[in-house]
């Protein structure tokens, strides 16, 4: 995986050329047009793009939408951003918009993923281009969907359990907090942790996995009655977002072993702070980037190499930090 030491370049210049554009159905939006000066979008013929993504709450997701709208320019494509809110009727219904407007393409990070497949299906019946980023649909590719775009999650839970395990020497008492229930994503992150845990059994689960639905906030509230009932040497979080909210309840320091999944800026500043511990960093602008090539390069009328585009993980702490902001 490439270094990030440019990154914050990357998303700076696409919160740039960020602009507001009514359409394509309910939920927050924006829209990014390209260079059409470029080699690019001399073959991309402004090929109009959607992004549906979950919902627009928290770094990670700013970071998705940014390189999204940085890759859309580079390409020389129209891009519109869409937030589903954590609701997968809006999500549908902002799909079935798209078609009837007109969109070549349309990405989309499942609310649910199991209630997306048939809103997929009649995109793609009727010829849109549809990508699936970041959490997988149930079955995707049963859906018409062109490609998948992601991190491997059960190896991010993996990677990160692992160090925290490495860190605790293989003993003490963790909790976990985790992201909405039924979040792919998130199932596939347990099932990382699970596979770690098993051979560590001194690590022991002293409280159930609480579901924060990936908010700081709730996870902090969480957090703060976990400290006065437990004695924790490590909470295992689903995300940057919940393991910023754990650090602010232990505080800076608090000898807790406290990690996320996502490498967002609000985690770097936790971890150079003392609030967190590390994050595992899958690269969500990479995910977001890649599927607008993706589709790109299906509308030009070139194959994919391969369907599934993963991203790499990576552990960063305070001793590579440095590498990644």
């Known amino acids: 995986m490439k270094k990030m030491k440019n990154f914050a370049a990357l998303l700076t210049a ?33 090929y109009k793009i959607a992004l549906i993504q ?11 939408s940014e390189a999204a ?28 918009q798209c078609v009837s407007e007109g969109y070549d393409a349309v990405l989309f990070e499942p609310v649910d993923p199991d209630a997306l497949g048939s809103a997929a299906k009649e995109a793609s019946d009727a010829g849109v281009v549809v990508i699936n980023i970041i959490s997988a649909c149930t079955d995707w590719e049963d859906y018409g969907i062109s490609a998948l775009s992601c991190g491997d999650n059960v190896t991010a839970g993996e990677t990160e359990m692992q160090n925290v395990a490495d860190l605790l020497d293989g003993k003490g008492n963790i909790a976990i907090l985790t992201g909405p229930s039924g ?5 596939q992150r347990m099932e990382g942790y699970e596979n770690i845990l098993k051979n560590y059994p001194d690590m022991v689960q002293v409280v159930e996995p609480a579901d924060c639905e990936w908010d700081t906030a709730s996870a902090q509230s969480t957090v703060e009655s976990w400290l006065s009932a437990y004695d924790l040497d490590a909470i295992v979080c689903e995300n940057d977002g919940m393991a910023v909210g754990a650090g602010n309840a232990a ?12 490498g967002t800026p609000d985690g770097f500043e936790a971890i150079n702070d003392g609030r967190m511990s590390g994050t595992v960093s899958q690269n969500g602008g990479a995910m ?4 607008i090539e993706a589709a790109v390069t299906l509308l030009s009328g070139e194959e994919l190499e ?20």
């Not at 740039?16 to 059409?36: F, I, K, P, Q, W």
């Not at 391969?306 to 902001?325: K, L, P």
């Open 14 to 46: 696409g919160a740039m050329m960020v602009g507001m554009l009514a359409g394509c159905g309910g939920g927050s939006e924006s829209t990014s047009t390209g260079d059409t000066g470029s080699a690019a979008a001399a073959t991309s013929d402004s």
């Open 69 to 96: 709208e940085a890759k859309a320019s580079e390409l020389g494509v129209d891009l519109t951003i869409l937030s589903a809110d954590q609701d997968a009727a809006t999500q549908i219904s902002q799909i079935e």
């Open 251 to 262: 505080g800076a320091d608090s000898g807790i072993v406290i990690a996320g999944v996502d």
């Open 306 to 325: 391969n369907n599934t585009i993963i991203t790499d993980n990576t552990w960063i702490d305070a001793s590579n930090i440095a590498d990644y902001e």
């Open 54 to 64: 979950q919902h627009q709450t928290n770094a990670f997701q700013i970071a998705v």
């Open 288 to 291: 977001a980037a890649n599927g």
């Open 183 to 187: 979040d792919a994503g998130g199932l």
